[in-house]
């Protein structure tokens, strides 16, 4: 009989499940995929129950559900930070109170009850700590054999970063740094302080941050204050946050507003109000301080496991502009970061953690080029599904029996500007699209960020678009010397494909800066000439190659545009039906599923935008 | 009976007896406006709070 574990992640945001057999990870996916509402975090019932049948498994044949935190311990944090901070953090008290006395204190039965809706006895329960589900996620699935673990995140029970070691079937933790002192945390507070929502609009931010001004007074001035006001950061990368200035240990809001205005001298940007320049040197400033502490930590990290070989995993790994700086600085020889490396993730490591650490398994590195298999870890749907699809909206579609032919046609209706719709194999896990539910676009389209923006998603013109590029072709346009196979490095476009920026350039409106001419690969091109380069090879995901492979021949560049195949606030399509009202509701051009090719103009069903966009809450 | 044994074991292993008053108390208040929710007590349960 194989050892099964299911993995749970649930019940803060981004619920997940993933389903190990004998240490293969055979599924994983996030329930929100499912549900069809963002970032959902109701126990992952349709998440578990596609991991199952992508097995051939019940729930009487699993093991072990392991869920990725341990809930007596939070609810500690939570009584010795509402105690530490008495009498403030009544009204907070009283309002988290009645759920953790009503529902999450009793977490085991109600995982019972959940797991018992599956079709069996629930299976026994196992609770590895968040960030050791973090750092199991990290460093398992990698490729290293030994490896310096950095997990960086909000906050978990207590912990807010470790730093570790693995090596063998083991991992050692050698430091731990606890709430309320958190680098994510701190990064929100900035979020939700420039108009975006916490836990979804820190990309945004992110995205926003090369927009502001290095050179400006502004942005010197308060880099300056939040290092002398907001947070004493130590050589070794440890920090303390002062809490006069943040409200999220004991209040329901980030940070306490009216101090932020007197520090920094500008309000709380309302969601959705237009962005001054003062808001993105704000974001620049929080951007170079989180770039600093994440490369103090990495120093300690490497001091004490004198490692060349770094993993990572917590919600900070997924700023991928400090890992591409931490990269360059050569400090390790590779570095490693876990696709799904939020907390959705944490249901990868739970089960690593139960295999490796509960049951100590030897830990064997023979997959290349790691044991995620690409991300590509959720539901794939067969032709018969998507002709299924086609009957019921009436749809007309053009059917290819050669993949090769598809992908010259669709080649050649991208680089004619069309935005083509793709949807192929296994659903990503983790919250990048990496070529199965994709949009691709030219890259060489000046126009083209412009209208995937606010054409087809509907989204703030101000976000950069990420270049899915063969991973052989990689040094021709990045400065960048090894894949990057889940668009979690950015690293710099070369400088003979850049076109010079004009004189005045730092004081042109937003707007101006975005539509100039930056490189041969504009689309692509953030304004700060930097890419979020996702490579893609061959033996990973031999569609999506072959695709930009025949894009290259007609073309000669071998990158394409590569977004997530979804609409502002909605989560990325899983299924045909998803992908087809996706496709009929926005401005893209051509819808690819599987063999199936189906053309905007030609089809018979007519969606209305407004109503794809009225069921998402905007994220 | 999962549930005591769980509490039980969590305090011993992270030495922090000193909360379960506080998690008893927590419990009571909690299991006290569960009973009496639309009962004829609640309002005096209400008051009390």
């Not at chain 1, 869920?67 to 500690?76: A, H, W």
């Not at chain 1, 919250?431 to 199965?436: I, S, V």
């Amino acid at each position: 009989m194989p050892t099964v574990f299911l993995g749970i992640s649930a019940y803060y945001h981004d619920s997940a499940a993933a389903l190990m057999v004998d240490g293969d990870i055979i599924a994983a996916a996030h329930e929100e995929r499912f549900t069809r509402k963002k970032h959902d975090s109701s126990f992952p019932l349709n998440a578990a129950k596609y991991v199952l049948r992508e097995a051939g498994l019940s729930v009487s044949d699993v093991n072990a559900a392991v869920f990725y935190d341990k809930p007596f311990l939070k609810f500690e944090r939570l009584l010795e930070t509402y105690h530490g901070f008495a009498p403030k953090g009544l009204v907070s008290f009283l309002s988290a109170m009645p759920v953790w006395m009503k529902e999450k204190l009793f977490l085991r039965k109600m995982l019972k009850n959940e797991l018992e809706k599956l079709g069996g006895k629930a299976p026994k329960l196992l609770f590895p700590e968040h960030h050791l589900s973090h750092a199991a996620s990290a460093y398992f699935p990698s490729p290293f054999k030994e490896a310096a673990i950095l997990t960086i995140d909000g906050v978990g029970e207590w912990a807010t970063t470790i730093i570790g070691h693995g090596r063998g079937n083991e991992i050692k933790i050698l430091r731990q740094l606890d709430f309320p002192h958190s680098l994510g945390l701190l990064y929100s507070a900035f979020t939700y302080y420039c108009g975006f929502k916490v836990n979804s609009g820190e990309y945004k931010l992110m995205g926003l941050a090369p927009y502001g001004n290095p050179n400006s007074e502004q942005t010197k001035k308060w880099t300056e204050l939040i290092y002398n006001e907001l947070v004493d950061i130590r050589e070794d990368g440890s920090f303390l946050l002062n809490m006069d200035y943040f409200n999220y240990a004991v209040g329901l809001t980030m940070c306490r507003d009216k101090k932020w205005e007197q520090l920094f001298g500008i309000p709380k940007r309302q969601p959705e109000t237009k962005l001054s320049q003062s808001y993105m040197n704000l974001a620049l400033a929080i951007q170079n301080v989180t770039e600093d502490i994440v490369l103090r930590l990495a120093q300690t990290t490497k001091q004490l496991t004198g490692s060349d070989y770094l993993v990572m995993a917590g919600g900070v790994a997924l700023n991928c502009v400090a890992n591409g700086k931490l990269l360059r600085t050569r400090l390790f020889r590779d570095i490693w970061i876990q696709p799904a490396a939020g907390d959705a993730g944490g249901a990868v490591g739970a089960v690593y953690a139960a295999w490796h650490l509960w049951k100590g398994h030897p830990r064997e590195t023979n997959c290349k080029p790691d044991a995620m298999k690409g991300a590509y870890l959720g539901p794939e749907f067969s032709g018969k599904e998507i002709r299924r699809t086609a009957n019921r909206y009436n749809a007309p579609f053009k059917y290819y029996d050669d993949f090769n032919m598809l992908c010259a046609d669709v080649a050649e209706l991208i680089a004619k500007g069309n935005v083509i719709g793709w949807f192929q194999g296994r659903m990503e896990y983790g919250p990048r699209a990496l070529g199965n539910r994709s949009i691709l676009g030219d890259p060489r389209d000046p126009q083209m960020q412009k209208r995937m923006n606010l054409k087809i998603k509907y989204r703030e013109g101000f976000r950069p678009f990420a270049p899915a590029v063969m991973e052989e072709d990689i040094a021709q346009y990045f400065d960048l010397d090894r894949p990057s196979p889940y668009m979690l490095l950015v690293a710099p476009v070369l400088e003979n494909r850049r076109k010079p920026l004009p004189k005045n350039y730092e004081s042109l409106d937003l707007l101006d800066r975005l539509y100039h001419l930056r490189s041969d690969i504009p689309a692509v091109t953030h304004i700060d000439y930097s890419a979020r380069v996702q490579s893609v090879s061959r033996n990973t995901n031999e569609r999506f190659w072959n695709l930009i492979s025949a894009f290259k021949k007609l073309t000669g560049f071998g990158l394409l545009v590569n977004t997530s195949f979804n609409v502002r606030g909605e989560p990325i399509v899983c299924t045909p039906d998803d992908a087809y009202r996706c496709f009929m509701s926005t401005e893209m051009d051509y819808l690819v599923m599987n063999g199936f090719l189906f053309k905007k103009e030609e089809q018979n069903w007519k969606f209305d935008k407004q109503d794809l966009l009225s069921r998402y809450e905007l994220d | 009976m999962d549930f005591l044994l769980d509490l039980w074991g969590f305090l011993k292993e992270r030495k922090k007896f000193w909360l379960l008053p506080l998690i008893v108390t927590l419990l009571l208040i909690g299991g006290l406006f569960l009973l009496t929710s639309g009962s004829a007590i609640a309002p005096f349960i209400y008051s009390m709070f």
